[in-house]
């Protein structure tokens, strides 16, 4: 069981973005590594976005923090603790950092051709 109650699933039908201020940018602990998650301030209240292994958002160029303007794409997805994103891409600025493909393929996974 994953961090949050159960399995994640991207669903491609689900596609949604939102904009929003990031609140909170948290590390959480996962059954194989440590992931991070953000909380967004959304016009439609707040929201968990999850973005994905802590490692690798360490290495790459786009940096999130709190006070950061974002617009995130991804899959909504229904929890016990309410609904989230699994997060496909997330602009900020005129940066884009890319997680997923279209079909939900993590940019971390070894199978990604």
Sequence with gaps: MRAGG????????SVTTVSG????????EGRRNEGTHLEVKTAEGSMRIWLGPSWYLDRQTVKLAKGDKVEVTGSKVQRAKG????AQTVKKGDATLTLRDA???????????
């Design 6 to 13: 159960g399995p994640m699933h991207f669903d491609p039908k």
């Design 21 to 28: 201020e990031i609140t909170a940018v948290n590390k959480v």
């Design 83 to 86: 609904s989230a994103l699994i």
């Design 103 to 113: 079909n939900g393929v993590p940019a971390w996974s070894r199978g990604r051709r």
